[in-house]
């Protein structure tokens, strides 16, 4: 019997050897090289003889497609609903990612308890026993009765089993312990996950039952596994968080079914995972009081206004050549509003070092921040506080213009709701605040210049009143 040839794809770029090589040829990627199986040259378009194959029966208009019925599951968790766009649509397979020990599994049976109220729900565990999961359910106080457990690893095997029970809903823990016995290599390798998740994605097609897969992570925050992967599955979810951190950020890579700009916030705690409905309050918990350097902005997750705080320490540098360093927060954004800040108002940073932290663990990733970052870095440098109930937004431009931004109506309602008494905005939004009454003093600047005014003003009010 002749011997299958083997070759090497890379799982970044695609690119395919005979042999293999520590680093790619094409992509430059190192260790990205792994073993694949080619497809037969029958299969191949053009190399082979076949019968046509008429599928006019099949073809249906758009508008004799019935979508009233209801082709969401709620899953009884309000962020991750947000997240997925109202909830999980029959028939996709929702591919959930992230660092080991963030949360997945404990996420995805805790869900199995509202699901279990109406639903036929099927685990299939690769990694755990029967009595791991039966534990670790207790734990999560997970007791419905519609919860079933299968603890194999045979891709195959598990398809014909959905296709005879038909469970309204499958979880996959997790696709690199699965394997297809047609396939030589080792479960986990790039062949085995790719036909694996694709096996599963034709399942979920044809019997219209939503599937969910936990996907692990590698050394640099991708998910392990080949990258078409990702294209093969209809939402990639992506928790990310600190271990030793109690929340946890719930973010769409991708989703065919919702938007990718929603987040959900969760709270590790002794019982599982609890939302957070509110994280603009878990955010700005703690917040020093009378330290320069620190203001809060407001950044849009999709629709969800959130308040963040940012952090800027400058201190005379030890170096000859000052550092500059930031978390949550585009390094060479910083150092442009620094440039800016040197051009047009005279300030020094050159013997410097520049710190600069988005507290929570959130990225900074949007220019309306660039307003408050630029109000920290003046602060830090003279060492004088902002206003605790001071909030500010805008975009920076390179003349030091301050320039408009989208959401302003909800981003001074969310600072109002949170309590905050005055609100720094770029002048040209005034406009769309007009015809709305808010309790929360606005004041419009057209450049950096006016909004250190308006700083300098709520100092010299501050000490008058301290007087």
């Given amino acids: 019997m002749p011997k299958s040839k083997t070759i090497y794809r890379c799982t970044d770029c695609g690119y395919e050897s ?29 190399n082979a003889q076949r019968n046509p194959v008429d599928l006019s029966n099949q073809i249906t208009a758009l508008r004799d497609i019935d979508t009233t019925h209801d082709v969401r599951y709620q899953t009884g968790v309000g962020e991750l609903d947000r997240v997925l766009g109202g909830g999980l649509v029959k028939g996709s397979i929702v591919l959930l990612g992230g660092e080991p020990g963030i949360g997945k599994s404990t996420l995805l049976l805790q869900i199995c308890q509202y699901f279990g109220k109406s639903h036929q729900v099927l685990y299939v565990s690769g990694e755990e026993s029967a009595k791991q999961i039966k534990i670790r359910a207790k734990r ?13 690893t045979d891709a195959q095997s598990i398809c014909d089993t959905l296709a005879v029970n038909r469970p309204d809903i499958v979880i996959i823990d997790s696709i690199q312990t699965m394997q297809m016995e047609e396939i030589s290599s080792s479960p986990g390798s790039l062949t085995q996950v790719r036909e694996c998740t694709n096996l599963f994605m034709q399942t979920a097609k044809q019997l219209d039952i939503p599937i969910w897969i936990v996907g692990h992570v590698n050394k640099d925050g991708a998910i392990a596994g080949p990258k078409v992967m990702e294209h093969i599955v209809d939402a990639v979810l992506h928790f990310e968080g600190e271990r030793n951190m109690s929340y946890r950020i719930l973010r769409a890579v991708k989703n065919r079914y919702g938007s990718t700009n929603e987040i959900g916030v969760f709270e590790m705690q002794d019982n599982g995972l609890k939302e957070v409905p509110n994280p603009s309050a878990m955010l700005l918990d703690g917040r020093p009081q009378n330290v320069s350097g620190t203001c809060v902005t407001c950044m849009m997750e999709g629709s969800r206004p959130i308040l ?15 550092r500059r360093q930031t978390q949550g927060f ?19 940073y050159g013997t410097l070092d520049v710190y600069l932290n988005v507290v929570g663990g959130f990225s900074l990733d949007e220019p309306a921040g660039d307003l408050a970052v630029a109000l920290c870095l003046f602060s830090s440098l003279v060492d004088k506080p902002i206003s605790p109930t001071t909030t500010a937004f805008g975009e920076v431009g390179l003349g030091g213009e301050v320039r408009g931004i989208s959401h302003i109506r909800r981003r001074v309602l969310e600072a109002e709701r949170m309590g905050f008494t005055r609100c720094i905005v770029p002048q040209s939004c005034l406009q769309e605040l007009k015809g709305s009454t808010y309790q929360i003093r606005i004041a419009g600047v057209r450049n950096l210049r006016q909004a250190f005014s308006v700083l300098q003003k709520d100092t010299q009010t501050k000490e008058t009143k301290t007087d």
């Fill in 18 to 46: 005979a042999k293999w090589n520590g680093k790619c040829p094409s992509c430059g990627a190192w260790n990205t090289l792994e073993e694949d199986i080619p497809l037969p040259t029958g299969n191949r378009c053009g």
């Fill in 140 to 152: 999560l106080q997970v007791n419905t009765e519609n919860l079933w457990v299968l603890t194999v």
């Fill in 308 to 322: 963040a705080e940012i952090q800027v320490l400058a201190t005379k540098s030890g170096f000859s050549a000052p």
């Fill in 330 to 348: 585009d390094y060479s954004r910083m150092i442009i509003l620094i440039a800016v800040l040197e051009k047009h108002l005279g300030l020094f």
